[in-house]
């Protein structure tokens, strides 16, 4: 297959380039998902534009708030081994580190996962857990969205034409908080989740759940968050028996479907076991950080 091949250094180049193209244009950020395409013959970009010259695309900065910004060029690698993302922000380095094997970590990027949009892409949970939200410019300048209104649906996403996503922003986290991300698939991280569940809960200064939130991946044409499940546990004492009604609640409220690789009855029953899991999981984190200090 032959196309044009261009590669910007500013994202004002790109999305001009990216405007004059047109819908018969590609973005390549580290081509993991992209290539496979291409190989398959699924698309036809007569251009393609790589993004791996554009700098402003590859920051990752604490801000003076504790809030932190992450370029969508960051490798799924770098995000997994920076310290800058340990204890407050680890739930990303565990997404990160649970999708596939180190040589496509070390390609794959973080905005790549987001921008392919698949239900069962590993790091989305973990952001939207996170509260993160993304920064998308295009011909018509900046816009601000959360994380979990950027899915259409199955590959797709709401970008519009000319539009990029450029960087995640996770606000300052409050104390007394944690979560875990969980992946279940058949050959381990290298595989496709089946199911993935991202759970972030914050204690109050009583140690009553002050928030929560509880994501899932691959049980729903986009990844989803479960409000029944996280709005009955807010304002509860941590229990055992109430995390296990949230799972329930949970695997309810998913909308998973039968596939090759899991019936929808077995990804709602992961759902629940992940769910509980995971709460508890979180919870013991928290509990741990708060007697050590
Ligand atoms: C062997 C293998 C195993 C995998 N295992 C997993 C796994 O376990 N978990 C998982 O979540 N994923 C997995 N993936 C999928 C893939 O690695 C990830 O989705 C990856 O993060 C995609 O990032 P990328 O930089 O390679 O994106 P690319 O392939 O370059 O791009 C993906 C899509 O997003 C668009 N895009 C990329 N960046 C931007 C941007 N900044 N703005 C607008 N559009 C953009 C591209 O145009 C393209 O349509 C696997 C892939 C392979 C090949």
Redesign the pocket.
């Known amino acids: 297959m032959r196309f044009d091949f261009y590669e910007p250094n500013t994202i004002g180049e790109c999305i001009e380039m990216l405007t004059h193209f047109g819908l018969k244009t590609?973005?390549?950020?580290?081509?993991?998902?992209?290539?496979?395409k291409l190989r398959l013959r699924h698309i036809r970009p007569q251009a393609v534009i790589s993004?791996g010259g554009i700098d402003e695309?590859k920051k990752l900065e604490r801000k003076s708030d504790g809030s932190l910004e992450i370029g969508?060029m960051k490798t799924?690698q770098e995000v997994e081994s920076s310290n800058l993302l340990a204890n407050e922000f680890d739930l990303v380095r565990q997404g990160a580190g649970?999708?596939?094997s180190i040589q496509?970590r070390n390609?794959?990027?973080l905005?790549?996962?987001s921008?392919?949009a698949?239900s069962?892409?590993?790091?989305v949970p973990a952001l939207i857990a996170l509260g993160a939200e993304v920064q998308i410019v295009g011909p018509q300048g900046e816009r601000h969205l959360v994380l979990e209104d950027f899915f259409a649906g199955p590959g797709e996403t709401v970008?519009q034409k000319g539009e990029?996503?450029t960087e995640f922003k996770l606000p300052a986290p409050s104390s007394h908080s944690g979560g875990t991300y969980k992946k279940y698939a058949i050959r381990g991280?290298?595989?496709?989740?089946i199911v993935g569940v991202a759970t972030r809960l914050t204690l109050d200064r009583n140690h009553k759940l002050q928030e929560v939130r509880i994501v899932l991946g691959g049980v729903a044409p986009t990844p989803i968050r479960v409000r029944r499940a996280e709005d009955m546990l807010v304002g509860q004492d941590p229990k055992e028996e109430l995390f296990e009604e949230a799972a329930q609640l949970a695997a309810e409220e998913s909308r998973p479907i039968s596939d090759q690789r899991a019936t929808a009855q077995y990804r709602r029953e992961m759902v629940k076991v992940w769910t509980r899991y995971t709460l508890q999981e979180t919870f013991q984190k928290i509990r741990e950080a708060i007697k050590a200090r």
């Open positions: 590609s973005l390549l950020a580290g081509g993991t998902d992209l290539l496979v993004l695309l969508a799924l649970c999708v596939s496509v390609v794959a990027t905005g790549g996962n921008c392919n698949s069962s892409a590993d790091t970008l990029i996503l991280e290298v595989d496709i989740s």
